[in-house]
């Protein structure tokens, strides 16, 4: 029972790398999302999808991309990395269309840019 | 804009304390309230839900009420234990035209509970 898996779940990068964090479910979930956690901060939502092929920006898109091809992964590309988004990364789907059935998360990845 | 507002944390309490923890939101329409659960080194997992006013969530002796009148959703637990060391995390989702299932969290509430 894997639920979300979000791999690496820890990574530094140098400033101007790029890389891509994997998030995968299996519960067969139309909507995804993408949110960072920042210290005293809560969670911000970075990107959502409500299927394949479609995605949206959230509240803090910029420097980052998105793709749903399929309806079980949601890859969160850095184009070029900057210290402004070292944070958790937090990968989470759910079922609900109405937002009262419940979210499942992944374990995060923790990004350091340096 | 849609908010939430938690107490600031670290709270640190002894084992068998009664816990509060608060938390207000703003919100445009009628949302529902949810309590997450972030222990060390996890993701963040449901807690307890309230779709509407007057409902009473409650979830391993955490329990929390929606109140509309004072738009508050304040989490309780009557004798907290060391295993309930975590942050928790306030979030509401508005429902409307647009129900993408998203979430606006407040800040969280680090929890520490001491023998």
């Known amino acids: 029972n894997a639920g979300v898996t979000q791999t690496p779940k820890f990574r530094i990068l140098k400033i101007g790398q790029s890389m891509t964090l994997q998030c995968t479910q299996d519960?067969?979930?139309?909507?995804m999302y993408w949110y960072r956690q920042d210290p005293g901060m809560g969670l911000k939502l970075i990107y959502y999808?409500?299927?394949?092929?479609?995605?949206d920006k959230g509240e803090v898109p910029n420097g980052y991309n998105v793709s749903r091809s399929t309806t079980e992964d949601f890859p969160l590309r850095l184009e070029l990395a900057a210290p402004s988004q070292t944070s958790v990364y937090f990968c989470?789907?759910?079922?609900?269309?109405?937002?009262?059935?419940?979210?499942?998360f992944g374990q995060g990845t923790r990004l350091t840019v340096v | 804009g849609d908010s939430v507002t938690q107490m600031e944390g670290p709270v640190t309490l002894s084992e068998e304390a009664f816990l509060t923890i608060n938390c207000t939101y703003t919100?445009?329409?009628?949302?529902?309230l949810f309590w997450y659960v972030q222990y060390p080194g996890e993701g963040l997992q449901l807690l307890l839900k309230?779709?509407?006013?007057?409902d009473k969530g409650s979830n391993k002796g955490f329990e929390a009420t929606y109140r509309k009148e004072t738009t508050s959703f304040h989490l309780e637990k009557g004798s907290v234990q060391v295993s309930d060391s975590a942050v928790y995390f306030c979030?509401?989702?508005?429902?409307?035209?647009?129900?993408?299932?998203?979430?606006?969290f407040g800040q969280g509430t680090t929890l520490q509970v001491k023998p």
């Open positions: 989470a789907s759910s079922k609900g269309q109405d937002g009262s059935t419940e979210a499942f």
């Open positions: 519960m067969n979930h139309n909507y």
């Open positions: 999808s409500v299927g394949a092929g479609i995605t």
């Open positions: 919100a445009t329409g009628y949302p529902s």
């Open positions: 309230a779709t509407k006013a007057d």
């Open positions: 979030a509401l989702h508005l429902r409307g035209s647009s129900n993408t299932g998203k979430l606006i």
